[in-house]
């Protein structure tokens, strides 16, 4: 389990899609090593990987075709920057929201407009996704914790602070990149339940969570 709260920008040294059964992705995590070892997870741009081998700071991730499908994760290249974030300690303060780094699917920056040292990015995303978000509530961009500032017919948007800009691979985005998306899990958890309420032919209007006490 993550926060959303991001440690370090590191460097990938290598990437190898592989075939069906796979691939790998080696990447430099610097200082974050030394407390590191094999078996532990890491969201790497978002994703939750396993450590399956550490040389040094150079740590080694398999990709699952799973991985490959619903992550960029396979378009990374040698010197790409991905948002690195251990996992979570019981103890440790829960600052941005609950991730599990599983991607839901990927979005497309929009556009980014910029308001001296803030920014606000639109990012565009299929149906499925947009169905799955509200105003005010969670969002994670490649591992990223962020607040949905707006939902468009095709789009959300987000309003990013200087210090989410310099920390994170946020800073440099631009129109066209691609990007990984988590939905916030409670939000998940409780569309699923409520559609296992509702008759199977009746949609989720805001009129019928009216009715509901919602």
């Given at each position: 389990?993550?926060?959303?709260?991001?440690?370090?920008?590191?460097?990938?040294?290598?990437?190898?899609?592989?075939?069906?059964?796979?691939?790998?992705?080696?990447?430099d995590?610097?200082g974050?090593?030394?407390?590191?070892?094999?078996?532990?997870?890491?969201?790497?741009?978002?994703?939750?990987?396993?450590?399956?081998?550490?040389?040094?700071?150079?740590?080694?991730f398999?990709l699952?075709?799973?991985?490959?499908?619903?992550?960029?994760l396979?378009?990374?290249?040698?010197a790409s920057?991905?948002?690195?974030?251990?996992a979570?300690?019981?103890?440790?303060r829960?600052?941005?929201h609950?991730?599990q780094?599983?991607?839901?699917?990927?979005?497309?920056?929009?556009?980014v407009?910029?308001?001296?040292?803030?920014?606000?990015?639109?990012?565009?995303?299929?149906?499925?996704?947009?169905?799955?978000?509200?105003v005010?509530?969670?969002?994670?961009?490649?591992?990223?914790?962020?607040?949905v500032?707006g939902?468009?017919?095709?789009?959300?948007?987000?309003?990013?602070?200087?210090?989410?800009?310099?920390?994170?691979?946020?800073?440099?985005?631009?129109?066209?990149g691609?990007?990984?998306?988590?939905?916030d899990?409670?939000?998940?958890?409780?569309?699923?339940?409520?559609?296992?309420i509702?008759?199977?032919?009746?949609?989720?209007?805001?009129?019928?969570?009216?009715?509901?006490?919602?």
């Open positions: 389990m993550f926060t959303g709260l991001i440690e370090a920008i590191c460097d990938v040294k290598s990437v190898s899609p592989g075939t069906a059964s796979g691939g790998s992705l080696v990447v995590l610097g974050l090593a030394q407390d590191c070892k094999t078996g532990d997870s890491i969201a790497v741009g978002g994703v939750c990987l396993t450590i399956t081998r550490l040389q040094g700071t150079a740590a080694t398999g699952s075709p799973e991985t490959l499908e619903r992550s960029t396979g378009t990374l290249r040698p920057r991905v948002n690195i974030e251990r979570m300690r019981p103890a440790d829960l600052g941005g609950i991730v780094g599983h991607v839901d699917g990927i979005g497309t920056v929009k556009a407009r910029r308001h001296g040292e803030f920014a606000d990015i639109e990012f565009a995303v299929g149906p499925e996704l947009l169905e799955q978000m509200v005010k509530g969670s969002v994670a961009v490649d591992g990223v914790s962020l607040t500032a939902i468009g017919p095709d789009s959300f948007w987000v309003a990013a602070i200087p210090e989410t800009l310099n920390r994170t691979t946020l800073g440099n985005a631009y129109i066209g691609r990007v990984n998306i988590e939905i899990i409670l939000v998940k958890i409780v569309r699923r339940q409520l559609e296992a509702l008759p199977q032919k009746q949609s989720l209007t805001v009129e019928r969570l009216k009715q509901m006490g919602f």
